[in-house]
């Protein structure tokens, strides 16, 4: 049972509880008090003295913003302006706020803000739906489409977007790096052929992608109907991202051990037994290596994109953000910054678990 | 030790004597290209070895021992001369030549049986699956991991998997069994133990074996004949020992046979020169 449970919390990385366990267990309290200690008090400590300097930081270039401001309207408008705008400040008065980076407290105000925004957004649009009910039933029934909401999305909204855009991007790096890979991996001239494309196109930016992928699907989708935004950013995603895939896979497929190839020899496999059988198993470990490079690239460059695109999703919610201006804006950008990070940092954690799942134990030979 | 210097004589073998030959190495050679040239590891090697008998080589380290065994297995090619397994020449490699080397390499993705099942799979693709599953229960059986069928190799101590090494080159049902020094990363114990296990299985299979090995001793306890190859480079057979101990043999008797230390230091006068 405490095994059980320790190897499950490993699993989902959260090893760090592991000498809670032991010291509820009763086992060696002392030595497992202390590895507690070390294991989560510490970096909960670096988290404090993150936000405090994140806060000092803050509160320094606001003041020296605020100084700027009253400077500035002293010598265009007068010791008089300089009074009210120092005033202005101090009220706390919107129009006048020094625009810089928000301070620990702000961005958390407009975490709260984004989450009641998504509170009532969710409200309208289930109002919304109760209201076209009977109608989308008569439509349905005549054949036309439903009627959907078309307001604007919540933030949790746009994040859901653009999972669904990095998934979607992600299946189709490795529908095609893994095929590709394999057929690469098991041949000398293949891969001497093509290297040189691989080598090029690897460091290739995201945004020169989007545009090569919008100058295909621009042409080839003609239908107004269908959603392009979402079909440009999701094929760029993939091609951005699958490099890692290809190249770990052809890696992985020309370098199985010599002894399981001879295996195969002796056996006489034939090609495909060979390949299901031997390599791709023998190479599991290096292609699931590459899924979670290509995963943690996509979801890095999916922003950049989305913000290019201009297709829903965080990245276009920071943009907007930034160019609207407004007085949270930047807090809004900051909560994204963090959101982006966190989702990041869990499709890694997934990854590694199925990555470690993979990973066959050589043994001792 | 004047009286053990003749050359092969299959009278002193009374159950090979009217053994038809099952494998031929005639005028063998074997080159590696090299950046300082080519490299020429073995020249003209010659050898006939009858069915069931079991052959071991010593040799130095490097002479080329592992060429031969690779050669014969079809998994090295030749630069000249001809193998004859069985009266065809050998082209590549296949399952009716069996090969254990020195690292277990077993599928680590596959349990111990399923190790086994993928080439029960190939040899005997008519038989019904129950057959097949019982086939390799048995062999698994044989080497005594009979509560291990589903253990992975990592589960699996060395000496373990060696042990699934053995059952799975077995129940191939070869021809030949080719082992390149099989026990080689073994313990002392381990290995004594899993010599006694291929001489065991080997005399209930009657399948001709070669092993190469560095150890005298085992070379002495496992074979009918040890055959002695030169150094590289161009190595050959230098020297043939024909051991007649009676068979199934156990180590006590062996060891304790009146002529074993002659055969012993006949060896090892051959590798000190
Ligand atoms: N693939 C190869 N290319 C070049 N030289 C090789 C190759 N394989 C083995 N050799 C050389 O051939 C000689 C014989 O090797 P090997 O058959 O492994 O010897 P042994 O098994 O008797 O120790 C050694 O000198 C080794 O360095
Ligand atoms: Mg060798």
Request: overall charge neutral; proline content about 5%; some cysteine.
């Amino acid at each position: 049972m405490k095994n059980k449970s320790i190897k499950t919390l490993k699993f989902l990385g959260l090893g760090f509880l592991e000498p809670l366990i032991h010291m509820i267990d009763g086992e060696e309290r002392r030595k497992n008090a202390t590895r507690f200690v070390k294991g989560s008090l510490l970096p909960l400590v670096s988290i404090f003295l993150f936000i405090f300097l994140w806060h000092q930081g803050a509160m320094a270039l606001y003041n020296s913003e605020a100084k700027e401001r009253i400077e500035k309207a002293r010598i265009e408008q007068g010791e008089q302006a300089a009074l009210d705008m120092k005033a202005c400040i101090e009220s706390g008065e919107v129009s006048c706020q020094p625009n810089t980076l928000p301070s620990p407290a702000k961005v958390y105000q407009a975490y709260i803000a984004l989450w009641q925004d998504h509170l009532s957004i969710s409200q309208k649009k289930s109002e919304f739906k109760e209201k076209v009910s009977e109608t989308n039933a008569q439509r349905e029934a005549q054949g036309l489409d439903p009627i959907t909401y078309t307001g604007r999305p919540s933030f949790l909204d746009q994040i859901g977007t653009s999972l669904k855009t990095v998934a979607a991007g992600f299946l189709l790096a490795m529908l095609i790096a893994v095929p590709i890979g394999v057929v690469i991996g098991l041949s000398d001239s293949l891969r001497t052929a093509f290297n040189w494309l691989i080598q090029i196109f690897k460091p290739v930016s995201p945004v020169v992608w989007l545009l090569l992928v919008f100058m295909v699907v621009k042409t080839v989708i003609k239908d107004p109907s269908i959603d392009k935004s979402f079909i440009i950013s999701s094929i760029s995603v993939g091609l951005c991202a699958m490099w890692a895939t290809l190249v770990n896979t052809s890696m992985g497929v020309s370098s199985v051990d010599k002894d399981y190839l001879n295996v195969a020899k002796v056996l006489k496999l034939n090609i495909g037994q060979n390949i299901f059988k031997i390599v791709l198993p023998a190479s599991l470990p290096l292609i699931f290596t590459g899924l979670r490079i290509t995963v943690s690239v996509a979801w890095m460059v999916l922003i950049a994109i989305e913000l290019l695109a201009q297709s829903p999703g965080l990245g276009s919610f920071v943009w907007e953000e930034f160019q609207n201006g407004g007085n949270d804006s930047n807090a809004k950008i900051i909560v994204a910054m963090f959101v982006i990070g966190i989702i990041g940092f869990v499709l890694d954690r997934i990854m590694l678990s199925v990555q470690n799942l993979m990973t066959f134990n050589k043994g001792i030979a | 030790m004047e009286a053990l210097l003749k050359k092969v004589d299959y009278q002193v073998m009374p159950h090979l004597e009217d053994k038809p030959v099952m494998l031929e190495c005639q005028g063998l050679k074997k080159v590696y290209p090299t950046p300082k040239g080519d490299y020429v590891v073995l020249d003209d090697l010659k050898l006939t070895i009858k069915q069931s008998e079991f052959v071991s080589i010593i040799g130095h380290s490097g002479c080329g021992k592992s060429t031969l065994l690779t050669m014969i297995a079809g998994l090295n090619e030749l630069s000249g001369g001809k193998i004859i397994v069985d009266g065809l020449e050998v082209r590549d490699a296949g399952p009716d030549r069996a090969v254990v080397f020195q690292s277990p390499s077993l599928l680590p993705w596959l349990t111990a049986q399923q190790n086994l099942m993928i080439g029960v799979n190939q040899v005997f693709p008519h038989g019904s699956k129950a057959e097949r599953v019982e086939i390799c229960k048995y062999y698994l059986d044989k080497v005594g991991l009979g509560n291990d069928f589903n253990k992975r190799p990592s589960e699996l101590s060395q000496g373990m998997q060696q042990r699934v090494g053995l059952a799975r080159a077995f129940a191939l049902k070869p021809k030949v069994l080719l082992l390149d020094e099989p026990f080689g990363m073994l313990d002392s114990l381990t290995r004594g133990e899993l010599q006694d296990l291929l001489l065991e299985i080997w005399q209930k299979e009657q399948i001709t074996a070669i092993a190469i090995t560095h150890d005298v001793d085992e070379s002495i306890f496992l074979a009918d004949r040890v055959i002695m190859m030169t150094s590289g480079p161009y190595a050959k057979i230098g020297d043939e020992l024909v051991i007649p101990f009676e068979r199934p043999r156990n180590r006590k008797d062996v060891l304790e046979h009146p002529d074993y230390y002659d055969y012993r230091s006949y060896l090892l006068n051959f590798l000190n020169h």
